[in-house]
């Protein structure tokens, strides 16, 4: 069983058509940070993604555009849960702009959090102000 970090994906992506690491096609200041922190303290970094659910920071991806919302949080929380299993999660730390500044996060919110919950996996929240 491991620890992560998390962060949610991000709007602004790499505009190539050619599928490149998650970490570098999310063109976010938030993401870097949580990565390079990962890397810092040797803990496995994954991202939430609207349409792919849990991704490993290295795993190639095509740029897409899909905003997670309320209406898929329980479905999506049913695929996150899968993945965490799947590479034997049992902690994940989540890193997160506050949701009271942008009201687009509290699904991603919701998703991790049923998730986890129908996992039994802990999660700490790191609710922070980051530059996006």
């Known amino acids: ?16 058509k050619t599928p490149m690491p998650a970490h570098a096609l999310y063109q976010n200041e938030r993401i870097k940070k949580v ?20 991704i490993n920071a290295m795993q190639k991806i095509k740029t897409y555009d899909h ?3 309320a209406a898929e949080v329980d479905h ?9 299993k799947v590479e034997k999660i049992n902690e994940i730390v989540f890193f997160m702009n506050p949701v009271k500044t942008d009201d687009q996060l509290k699904p991603y919110l919701d998703c991790m959090l049923k998730a986890c919950q ?4 802990s999660l700490i929240i790191k609710e922070e102000s980051y530059i996006d």
């Open 1 to 16: 069983m491991i620890s992560i970090y998390c962060t949610y994906c991000s709007a602004k992506k790499d505009k190539r």
């Open 35 to 54: 990565y390079h922190a990962a890397q810092l303290t040797g803990v496995k970094f994954m991202i939430l993604s609207g349409k792919y659910g849990l």
């Open 67 to 69: 905003l997670l919302v």
């Open 76 to 84: 999506h929380a049913d695929l996150v849960a899968m993945q965490m």
């Open 118 to 121: 129908k996992s039994g996996i």
